[in-house]
């Protein structure tokens, strides 16, 4: 599996998301697409979504301030 590059961590971003039902958890997951920004290694995270209650309305919109960017660097 020679890859001509120079060993390195893999820096990943993220390309996408996509949310979707997985029935064999049944819930919600989050599929995260990542991409090595050095290499093109391709990285999928999939995460399941809590299914709690539905959204309060929040007393202060100071924590929707959530960045939503994801690096493994
Ligand atoms: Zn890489």
């Not at 893999?10 to 949310?19: L, Q, T």
């Not at 999928?44 to 100071?62: A, D, M, N, R, T």
């Amino acid at each position: 599996m020679a890859q001509g590059l120079r060993k390195h961590r893999h820096c990943y971003y993220e390309v996408n998301s996509k949310y979707y039902y997985d029935n064999h958890r049944s819930c919600m997951v989050r599929n995260t697409h990542y991409e090595c920004m050095i290499c093109g290694h391709e990285y999928h995270e999939v995460s399941e979504l809590s299914q709690g209650p539905p959204k309060e309305k929040s007393k202060s919109s100071v924590l929707e301030k959530n960045k939503n960017r994801h690096r493994h660097c």
